[in-house]
């Protein structure tokens, strides 16, 4: 079931399925404000959010929001196309993330379309140049969620032009409830064996490394469900020191580049929640909210770092100006599609 309320320019969604989970989303930035998982002890709400509709307005963390269109880092906030050049915004150590915080998909107000009794979409039409990039290109993303307490986000963008297009959704996961603390006793899995590395500004080498004989190994599938803490409290690490204390790296997954395919599991510690993640995106970006620092949450919560996890199913960081790694390219005329899933029980 579906409903929709307005308040002012903005719009609220509401999805909620046969067994009492509910979706909500905001037509700013295609954004999740909650998502309410049914337990054997009472419901629980594993977003965080923000304390009123109108700070996503802000949302300095782009807390639940669609980023893009070029999600993660960008080195020297630059990349070509068809040998032309395009300059982003320079709004971190000299390069480029996630686009544009003052302009970018999660500070845009999209259309909203209902299309049957559990999916909606969120459309827009951006002209050529906006955001900073070539085409006129028609988005359309869209949010289902199942009776099987599945929720699917997909993302279609046909474009006139040559252009490039690496969005991702940004929720912040705690599956122990949004206002519960830090997610370092949650238990992860992934299906990955390697990452990219990172220099000092987080911009990857260009080259996938093992995870063996890291810290990232713990979540490995042969090793199966360990604490975030394992990882982070790995402080001899310089991978893990050069992001502040935490993880922000992006992992390669194991199989196909753009199969449809498992990422990996999150499971709250205390709830015993499990979250399996699939998509067809050839990387993840884990972020464990580092750089959250007492941020005014929903309901009267605080946000600390290390409140929430993000699943950034994506390209690769940088993956523009790498010619090792897949380039995020859309053809004019084509429409490129990808799909994401999180499953819950």
């Known amino acids: 079931m579906i409903s929709i309320r307005t308040e002012g320019e903005l719009k609220i969604v509401s999805i909620t399925n046969a067994n009492k989970m509910c ?7 295609a954004t999740i404000t909650k998502l309410v998982v049914p337990t054997v002890k009472g419901a629980v709400d ?22 893009g269109p070029l999600g993660n880092r960008t080195k020297n906030a630059i990349v070509k196309i068809d040998g032309v050049e395009y300059k982003l915004p320079v709004n971190e150590n000299g390069n480029n993330l996630h686009t544009d915080f003052d302009g970018g998909l999660h500070k845009m107000l999209f259309d909203v379309v209902e299309d049957n009794d559990n999916r909606v979409s969120f459309v827009l039409d951006l002209k050529d140049g906006d955001l900073h990039l070539p085409g006129n290109r028609k988005v ?99 991978q893990i020191a050069k992001v502040g204390g935490g993880i922000d790296h992006n992992y390669a997954v194991d199989g196909g580049p753009r199969t449809f395919r498992y990422v990996g599991t999150l499971v ?72 994401t899933r999180y499953s819950f029980s």
């Open 23 to 29: 979706l909500e989303l905001l037509n700013l930035g």
């Open 140 to 238: 359309k993303i869209s949010y289902t969620l199942t009776d099987g307490n599945e929720i699917y986000i997909s993302y279609r963008v046909l474009s006139d032009k040559n252009t490039l297009w690496n969005s991702t959704n940004h929720n912040y996961f705690n599956l122990n409830g949004h206002a519960s603390g830090d997610v370092l006793g949650h238990k992860l899995e992934l299906n990955c064996s390697r990452y990219t590395s990172v220099d000092d500004e987080c911009i990857p080498f260009g080259k996938l490394d093992s995870v063996e004989n890291t810290p990232f190994d713990y979540f490995t599938k042969k090793r199966r469900f360990a604490p975030i803490s394992n990882a982070i409290n790995a402080s001899e690490n310089n």
């Open 268 to 339: 709250g510690d205390k709830t015993g929640i499990n979250m399996e993640v699939y998509s067809d995106m050839p990387g993840v970006q884990i972020y464990t909210g580092n750089n959250l620092n007492n941020e005014k949450g929903k309901d009267g919560a605080i946000y600390s770092k290390y409140a929430g996890v993000c699943f950034e199913t994506q390209y690769f960081p940088n993956c523009c100006n790498e010619r090792k790694f897949m380039t995020p390219s859309v053809t004019a005329g084509d429409t490129f599609v990808s799909v």
């Open 46 to 67: 594993v977003a965080l959010g923000l304390p009123s509709y109108e700070d996503y307005k802000v949302n300095s963390c782009f807390l639940g929001s669609v980023v």
